[in-house]
């Protein structure tokens, strides 16, 4: 096969063959979200791993849920751990046809590989696993751990990333590096998202006395412009811009000539690095309350929290990725930021460790019908995963 060409000492044709098998198998395996059934993925991963010479062990969330965990062994924690993560569950197919069948892992001749998870991001996972296990064949040893957790879960609520976290999965983790498709772009940061549930009572009385009313939609409108024309006391991110709000849904009243007596309005709102959510969160609080007049209750429900990833373009993890790139053929590694959120909201904000988002597959593909990654890219991706750790410890 010819996307296999330009072999090196790293990465050999059969274990370029073994990355697209195993990939294959993982998009055969249906983990849409909801409900997930991660365990299945998680169970196979371990059981190659473990052939190929890795450790770890399956972390059991529920029934059909599991989180992974794999080492590289023999490594000493000298250094602070090299982590590799990804997630394990998939979007739902959507309505449309495919051309072929979102879980038949279909291999064109053309070295196209077709189905649900080949970009977000089981083709990222394989290739972070198969690059650890190319390590482990040939005996590498680091003065850090080289580890790899597999999550349940992103595509929801990162439920994965939060019960690792919280089981201490990141103690001693140096730097983070998340297969999340990039096009094997180097993603230095992303924005956060906060979002909020507002609910406004009053008090319902008929229209024609309105002044006996407390009108729930008429604050809530004003508490929502307000919202609106925040401050965040941030100016523009490098490659982000400024965060942004935006009010998803707004529900209140029952007819015309009632003054409405409850009011709830769902907002959406994306931060960047500069921004401190638990500082954000007071600050509308603060809002919140000063809306309190007239006899108006309002309630604020946080029903997401994902902070926002940065990372200075020129910390050692970033410029170790980009030497591996330059070797593998990339002149000028590109650089950028993404607006969706990924693991690392969860598991970089704690420690503020370096974290970057590399990855195969078009970005601009995922979650959509057809979800296809190009199997030379994915092949590169793993040659990179298993060159990284020279690189970043100076091997
Ligand atoms: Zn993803």
Not at 26 to 33: A, E, M, Q
Request: proline letters at 6%; aromatic letters at 4%.
């Amino acid at each position: 096969m010819d996307q296999m060409q330009g072999e090196t000492d790293l990465f050999s044709s059969a274990e370029a063959a073994e990355l697209v098998e195993v990939t294959r198998a993982l998009i055969g395996i249906d983990t849409v979200n909801p409900p997930g059934n991660e365990r299945a993925v998680a169970q196979l991963l371990l059981d190659r791993a473990l052939e190929w010479g890795l450790e770890g062990e399956i972390v059991e969330l529920s029934a059909d849920r599991a989180n992974l965990q794999l080492r590289l062994p023999g490594c000493s924690a000298d250094r602070p751990a090299l982590m590799y993560c990804g997630h394990f569950d998939t979007v739902p197919l959507g309505g449309a046809p495919w051309t072929h069948a979102a879980h038949g892992a279909h291999l064109s001749p053309e070295g196209v590989l077709w189905g649900r998870g080949a970009v977000d991001m089981k083709g990222g996972v394989a290739a972070m696993v198969c690059g650890m296990a190319a390590l482990a064949r040939r005996s590498a040893r680091f003065p850090a751990e080289i580890r790899f957790l597999g999550t349940i879960g992103e595509e929801v609520d990162c439920a994965g990333a939060r019960a690792a976290l919280d089981a201490g999965a990141m103690d001693g983790v140096g730097q983070l590096v998340i297969a999340e498709p990039t096009n094997m772009e180097l993603v230095v940061a992303h924005k956060g998202a906060l979002f909020l549930e507002l609910t406004a009572r009053g008090r319902a009385a008929h229209a024609a006395m309105a002044e006996q009313g407390i009108n729930a939609v008429s604050h809530m409108m004003r508490l929502l412009g307000r919202i609106e024309e925040l401050d965040f006391g941030v100016g523009e991110y490098p490659l982000l811009g400024r965060p942004t709000v935006t009010v998803g849904t707004i529900t209140g009243g029952s007819v015309v000539n009632i003054v409405p007596d409850r009011c709830v309005a769902q907002v959406d709102l994306r931060t960047t690095p500069a921004v401190d959510h638990q500082t954000l969160l007071a600050m509308l609080a603060h809002l919140v309350d000063a809306h309190r007049v007239d006899g108006v209750e309002f309630d604020l429900h946080v029903t997401g929290d994902y902070p926002p990833v940065g990372t200075a373009p020129d910390d050692p993890l970033v410029t170790a990725a980009d030497r591996v790139l330059r070797t593998l053929g990339d002149d000028a590694p590109h650089k950028t930021a993404v607006s969706y959120f990924s693991d690392g909201s969860i598991l970089q904000p704690p420690t503020g460790l370096p974290t970057l988002l590399c990855g195969p597959g078009d970005p601009t593909l995922a979650h959509q019908t057809d979800e296809r990654i190009d199997v030379a890219q994915l092949i590169r991706a793993a040659r990179f995963f298993s060159e990284l750790p020279y690189e970043v410890f100076d091997q």
